[in-house]
């Protein structure tokens, strides 16, 4: 089995999967921080997605890409943490 054929029939449809089961979450999550965690996790899956894509196609440039994705998704992440912990004090 090559690589090509391993991203094709074995990781993407498991991140398929996820994505799916990530938006079930998002969509169905009882609380804010359900919601939080799952969009996090929803970029997180994207940013996987990317570097797989990146590794079949040989296209470093994407990572470039990925990287950025993850340090927005990492601010965005302690920006709502910061927002719940505030909001709980009051």
């Keep these: 089995m ?3 054929s391993y991203i ?3 990781i993407l449809p498991i991140l398929a999967v996820s994505l799916l089961l990530v938006f079930v979450r998002l969509f169905k999550g009882p609380d804010i921080v359900d919601r939080v965690i799952a969009l996090d996790l929803l970029i997180t ?11 079949s196609t040989g296209k470093s440039t994407l990572i470039d890409v990925a990287m950025i994705l993850a340090l927005i998704a990492f601010l965005g992440t302690i920006a709502f943490s910061y927002y ?6 009051k």
């Design 45 to 55: 899956i994207g940013i996987s997605v990317i570097t797989v894509y990146s590794i």
């Design 8 to 10: 094709d029939y074995v």
């Design 84 to 89: 719940i912990e505030k909001r709980g004090r």
């Design 2 to 4: 090559t690589l090509d």
